[in-house]
């Protein structure tokens, strides 16, 4: 049977991403001219189970759509993981008569979601708010476009010393598991090479490349690392002692870009895309549908179901790993 929906409650979670602000508003704003009543949830899970409950009205989303971070703050709740946690959680729900729960935040954030659904049969959609872009089912994810503009920026500051010093820099972008910002933001700005996760890169490989450029003249080189451990080291700090150490005539340098990556305004696109995710949140829910994450397809917007989007595997394109090796000689 379906359930009228009278309150519904929006809660950002995971690392925080820009456009955040802009989902938040779209499905304020689409709720509010649905007559829908909107509790903004701070902290992520953790405020749901703390009771961090604010009445929103349309104007508490004013002057949002181009901040960073979120207003609603995030968190990585631990209790939230726990049996004992969702239970406080849910009955603070029903308390504050909240009969839906829209969720912005990545992979961890939408697992957690799809548990709470399950365990206690209350309708969430979710939305795709990560840097990482990891998510199955969409083409990209809030926050993704921004970051790439943001790395590509810092990127571009590197290429300047680098070139002046005949240097080889390894620069680690985030994604843990996921070599989207790492390969894209290479093809963007002309580096010699990306290492992802989801690829296999030889030092001797790299190393070839590299001379490969020097032939041609190049004197610097630019190597986009994903942030994923190798050896207990990061990724760009393990690929740098490699090269110094087996190819001693690069003088290598390493740096991390870090949580820069996560912060400033969103982009037009990423503004854009959370505008219509958020909207379609709320119409999503309206027609009755439940537990699935809003993505974009080709343009569209697209429903799935958040046991896809969590548990399929996001492919990188071939493609883009072909165009930056042919470009970057
Ligand atoms: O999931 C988003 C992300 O930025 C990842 O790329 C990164 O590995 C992680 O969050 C960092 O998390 P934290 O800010 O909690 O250190």
Known sequence: MERHINTIGVLTSGGDAPGMNAAIRAVTRTARSNNINVIG??????????????????????????????????????????EEGRKQAYANMVEAGIDALVVIGGNGSLTGAQLFAREYDIPIIGLPGTIDNDLYGTDSTIGYDSALNTIVECVDKIRDTANSHDRIFFIEVMGRDAGFLAQNSAIASGAEAAIIPEGSTDVDQLAEFIERG???????????????????????????????????????????????????????YDRILASRMGYAAIEALLEGQRNIMVGIKNDEIVYVP???AVKMNKPINQELITVLNVLSL
Do not use: C, W
């Open 214 to 268: 020097k032939r041609k003249s190049k004197n610097s080189a630019i190597v986009l690392v994903s942030e994923a451990q190798k050896d207990g080291v990061g990724g760009a700090f393990y690929y740098a002692e490699r090269v110094k150490k087996e190819y001693p005539q690069f003088d290598a340098r390493v740096t991390i870009l870090g949580h820069l990556q996560r912060g400033g305004t969103p982009s037009a």
């Open 306 to 308: 958040i046991s896809r």
């Open 41 to 82: 949830i701070q902290r992520g899970y953790q405020g749901l189970i703390d009771k961090e409950f604010l009445k929103f009205t349309s104007s508490s989303v004013s002057n949002t759509i181009q901040r960073g971070g979120t207003i609603l703050k995030t968190a990585r709740s631990k209790a939230f993981m726990t």
